[in-house]
């Protein structure tokens, strides 16, 4: 199909339907039915064209993994609302690329009252700014990048720049250090407590220490609201007083738990996020929009604009400078992902998020509460929000093998990591639709491959 007429309409309510049904009567299924890769590339072999539609996209629905299930407790990939799937063909369908403002007028205004809006319920200011980007990483990325903004021009290239995160921070901190040319033996890690936080007199300590220096200082503090391993929140207003006394940048990545911002219940969590100089939020996680929806917002955004800062007058001019997005990004060609959210605000309401962040958080509880109860599995932490580590009571081969047997199983799929040097078994509970029945069923399927 080449043309937007009858035959590509007929196919596409074809392709709905066949979406539709596959979620509606996805706990029919197994959460992944497992093949071998060479089996899969026989599916899925590129032929000379001529095949049918919707019989050609049966083994992408077939032999997914399926994060609408109800047992679906695995990484931070969200089974997304229907809205923003909808919101997706939009976008293909219109393909705006917001980069330049003269290109896409409507997208960009639709991605600056998204951020705006996001900006708003963070508490920031009106002079921050904010883009939508690939996720996390990048957001993480572009924040630090404005932190060096303003590390080069306070310091003119006097003093080297070490970055300081917890021993939990995201990978991609460190990528991307490495990738602005810091190695890696300047990114400085923090221990973390007892509640897997950043131990914060550890912090002060450092930071006395690299204060004490003539050779080096501090490009950003890199706290963690939501992290991977346990989804502990760092303690933000804490961090923020010790930015202040070091005059320095916080980064947080906030990526997984900056949501929590839009449930009165939850939103104490990252009580203090409005004083970091930058924070990463992920809509693709906690908001339930599909792969790809990241956000940076930076609240002072000179210094967002000074990162960015590019010689090209055929996509900028100076009279329209402020509303090309593109002079925030990395970005040239960039798709006009914001709509998603916006889309779902205006429909479902933020409400409809908020309901089900506490759906998930509930359920998360609800399990730590089952295996603190048990004799035989261990809590590793009380789950402040919707990821939670746990452990079965024998060694760390047991553990990783009965997570691997349980997902070859299909009946459930969770993941594991190591958590202060043991294997533990982890779970995000990021599907509304897990009920208490689910994750005790999780639970019993466990015990029955021990
Ligand atoms: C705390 C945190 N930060 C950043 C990321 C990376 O986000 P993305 O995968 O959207 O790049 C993740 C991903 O799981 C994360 O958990």
């Known amino acids: 199909m080449t043309r937007f007429d009858a035959a590509s309409r007929r196919a596409a309510h074809a392709v709905v339907d066949a979406l539709f049904d596959h979620v509606e009567h996805i706990d029919e299924r197994k959460v992944v039915d497992w093949k071998p890769a060479a089996e899969l590339r026989e599916l899925v072999r590129i032929g000379d064209g001529g095949g049918e539609l919707t019989s050609t996209i049966r083994p992408l629905l077939d032999y997914a993994i399926q994060l609408h299930h ?67 990483s990048a957001a993480n990325l572009t924040g630090l990048l404005a932190a060096r903004a303003r590390f080069n021009a306070e310091h003119s290239g006097a003093k080297r720049p070490l970055i300081v995160c917890g021993g939990d921070a995201h990978y991609s901190i460190a990528r991307a250090a490495s990738i602005m040319g810091i190695p890696v033996s300047d990114v400085l890690k923090i221990a973390t407590d007892e509640q897997h936080r950043m131990d914060v007199d550890a912090l002060a300590e450092m930071l006395q220490a690299i204060d004490a220096r003539d050779d080096v200082a501090v490009l950003a503090i890199v706290a963690t609201a939501g992290s991977t391993a346990t989804g502990a929140f760092d303690s933000l207003r804490e961090l923020a007083e010790l930015r202040d006394r070091h005059r320095t940048w916080l980064h947080v990545d906030a990526a997984h738990g900056a949501s929590v911002l839009l449930s009165e219940r939850l939103r104490h969590l990252v009580d203090g996020l409005d004083r970091a100089d930058s924070f990463a ?170």
Not at 120 to 133: H, I, N, Q, W
Not at 307 to 331: H, K, M, V
Not at 366 to 394: G, Q, T, W
Request: net charge negative; aromatic share 8%; hydrophobic share 45%.
């Open 281 to 450: 939020w992920d809509p693709h996680k906690m908001m339930w929009m599909p792969l790809s929806l990241g956000i940076i917002l930076v609240r002072n955004g000179i210094w967002l604009r000074r990162a960015f800062e590019a010689d090209a007058p055929y996509l900028f001019n100076a009279e329209r400078a402020s509303d090309n997005i593109g002079e925030l990004t990395i970005q040239c060609s960039k798709r006009a992902d914001a709509i998603k959210l916006w889309l779902t605000l205006q429909t479902d309401g933020a409400a409809a998020i908020a309901t089900a962040l506490e759906k998930v958080t509930d359920v998360t509880r609800h399990l730590y509460e089952v295996v603190k109860a048990s004799d035989d599995f261990i809590a590793m932490h009380e789950p402040d929000f919707n990821i939670f580590c746990f452990r079965h009571r024998s060694d760390d081969a047991t553990n990783a093998r009965l997570r691997e047997a349980l997902i070859r199983s299909g009946e459930a799929w969770i993941t594991s990591t190591v958590l202060k040097e043991q294997r533990v078994l982890r779970v995000t509970l990021i599907n509304p639709a897990t009920e208490h029945e689910h994750v005790e069923r999780m639970l019993a399927s466990l015990r029955a491959l021990v």
């Open 70 to 136: 109800p047992s679906y407790m695995g990484h931070q990939v969200c089974p997304p609302f229907p809205t923003a799937v909808l919101a997706d063909l939009l976008i293909s369908t219109l393909n705006q690329s917001t980069a330049v403002w003269e290109m896409s007028p409507i997208g960009t205004v639709v991605e600056q009252e998204v951020v705006r809006w996001l900006a708003d319920r963070a508490g920031y200011p009106t002079e921050s700014l904010g883009t939508a980007v690939s996720g996390g």
